[in-house]
C-alpha cells in the first residue's frame, strides 16, 4: 500500500510500507544529539513520537524523512514548523 504524503511548499515523500523507528535510529538519521532531538521536539520542528506500548514509543520513518529533507533544503523555521503540523494532521488520515 503506498501512502502520499503532502507537505507545505511541495515537499512530496512517498511512503510505500509504513516505518516505525525508533530514538537512536531517528537520532542517526538527523545526526543530532537527544537534548537537541527534544528540544526541536519541544519547539515544533520535530514530530513527537507516537506510543508503541505502555513502555514504548516510536517515530514515523516518512516523518523524519520529511524533516530532514527540509533542514537539507534550507527551509526556515517557520516552514519546517508548518510541515510538522501538517505531518501531524496527516497521521489521522494514514488508516483512510
Known sequence: MKH?????????????DLQIIRRPQALTMLGISKSNFHNKINAGLLPAAITLGANSKGYFKHEVTAVLIAMATDKSQEEIKALVKSLITQRQHLGS
Open 4 to 16: 502520499t504524503v503532502q507537505t507545505p511548499k511541495s515537499i512530496n515523500v512517498q511512503t510505500p
